[in-house]
């Protein structure tokens, strides 16, 4: 079969097209055929250092996350699986390739009316936004900063806190991003890189109750600073390059409390099934802003590193 081989850390052309041997399932497994592979900016950075959540050793195929249909099951499984249309993590290597064996309990069925495509953008983006959401605990009226609101996470949480009746204001890196967020009807949308760009969302809704911090570093600090005495914060990523660096005295001074997203492996099920539904009623609107077919996953990877992407980035593998 096809794949995309990681046999050193280092920029995005040590991702290398290559064979691979076709995988087959073992007891308790299933065969998923891939027609799409999700790209997360935390893989980029394991690519580059070894960074992150994943472990393997090298040579290594990356990709956490894929769509496709279930083509064969192994000793032990049912196989009315087959012929199944899922989505599915792949705990954290395998999936930029054209066949992925992943446990049995691990694929999530994709409902009827919901786009595959659309599923795959949604599997990891669309359950972190309602874990965000739920950990920032959202009500009507909250004034709520989105940082890396042109982001595939960012998008999403964007909608899930007009939807929970909240004041937006979403924030984004360049002048085309902001334009395309502007589109998208939220309250407030600024560039944050431009100076004084604090002083504008002050102008436009005085300070803010929540900030949903997906840029980490200089910003993160920034955007605490808008925050109104009884705030909440909630970090879901590092496009700067390192985490917010609040201290927790500095933050009880404000009256500003630090939430950490957390959820039992039961309750990400729950919300990746949540979010797939949402969206495939409507609710929940992926934006797909770059495809790249499979042996292009170099420059997919340059792309999200460069930060020039929206929404969600893709491989479309077949």
Known sequence: MRAVWL?????PEVLVPGPAPDPAPGPGQVLVEVAHANITFVETMFRATGFGPFAGDLPMIPGNGVGGTITDVGPGVDRALVGRTVVTGTGGSGGYAERVVVDRDAPVPVPPGLALDAAVAV???GRTALLLARAAELRPGD???VEAAAGG????????ARRAGATVVAAAGGPAKVTLLRAADVDVAVDYREPGWTDRVRDAVGAVDVVFDGVGGAL??????????????VSFGLAGGTWADIPEDVAAARGVTLRQPRARPDELRALTETALAEAAAGRLRPLIGQRFPLDRAAEAHAAVEARSTVGKTLLDVR
Request: aromatic residues 6%; proline residues 3%.
């Open 7 to 11: 046999r050193e850390f280092g920029g």
């Open 143 to 145: 004034r709520v900063l």
């Open 220 to 233: 993160a600090r920034e955007a605490f600073d808008l925050l109104d005495p009884g705030g909440r914060m």
């Open 123 to 125: 599997l990891a983006d």
């Open 153 to 160: 996470v960012g998008s999403l949480l964007v909608q899930v």
